[in-house]
Structures are given as C-alpha cells and as structure tokens.
C-alpha cells in the first residue's frame, strides 16, 4: 500500500512581531477549537516563528502530511485579522512512498492578500496532461513565468 503526501515550506512576513505573536495565537486557539468540537478544520500545517522571538516572519511547514486548503484559508483569516496587504504565494509537492503513476508532482498557489482571495494556482499535472494532449497551454505557461 502507497502513503501520499503534500509537503511545503514557505514564509510570510506578517509586519511586526506583534502581528506574528498574534498568528500563533490565532494558530492555536483554532488548533484548540478543533479538538474540542472533534471536527478538525484548521490542522494540516505547523507554523513557527522562521528566527526565533521577536522576528515578524511566520515559517509554515506541513507536518508531515500538508493540507494546501487549511493552509490557504488560515492565512486568508490571518490576512483580515492583522491588515496584511500585497501578494504572497507558496508552492507544494505531492509525493508517493512508492513508484505510483500520477503519484508525484505539485503546484503553486499567488494571494493576494489585500483582497483577501487567492488569485491564481498552477497544478503540474494539469499542465503536463494539456501540453501532452496538444492543447491550447499559452495561458498556462503564461501562468508558470
């Protein structure tokens, strides 16, 4: 039997120390909300301070097996309860614990986080299949550039 796996490791620098205190709060007070209702809907990431105290940048990572969406929908949250503006982006990759077809590839994901959505992703599955199959991909590549 394969294991499948989803693994990033990115950064986002939340402004100030005290807008980064107030991430891990928020981490773990939903991480908490979660275990007392018994339907996990935050998990999916771990999220640490990337310098240690005092810094403003967040390192998110998966913990062993990354949840792309919670990721997402956690830093949206973040993004409207500390102001955060501009766009951030992450790229992942999808991995197999053995040789599975179709089993590995990844993708990327842009925000923009002012507007508080995601506006963009590209799947490399996705591209490959439709340069394979002969398909229009000049707005995919314009995607990937």
């Not at 097996?65 to 999808?94: K, M, N, S």
């Not at 053995?98 to 089993?103: D, T, Y």
């Not at 925000?111 to 490959?128: F, P, Q, V």
């Amino acid at each position: 039997m394969a294991d499948y796996f989803t693994h990033f490791s990115c950064v986002l620098d939340a402004g100030t120390p005290e807008k980064a205190a107030h991430a891990l709060d928020l981490h773990v007070r939903l991480l908490a909300e979660d275990e007392a209702s018994g339907e996990p809907e935050h998990g999916g990431f771990s999220l640490a301070l990337q310098d240690g105290p005092g810094t403003s940048v967040l390192w998110f990572h998966d913990d062993g097996q990354g949840d792309v969406d919670r990721l997402i929908t956690f830093v949206l949250r973040l993004a409207a309860e500390i102001d955060l503006t501009g766009l951030w982006g992450f790229d992942y990759a999808l991995t197999c614990s053995r040789f599975r077809l179709e089993a590995f590839g990844g993708g990327a994901h842009v925000i923009d986080l002012g507007a508080r959505k995601s506006i963009g992703w590209i799947s490399t599955h996705e591209w490959l299949t439709a340069a394979l199959n002969g398909e229009d991909i000049d707005a995919v590549e314009a995607l990937v550039r």
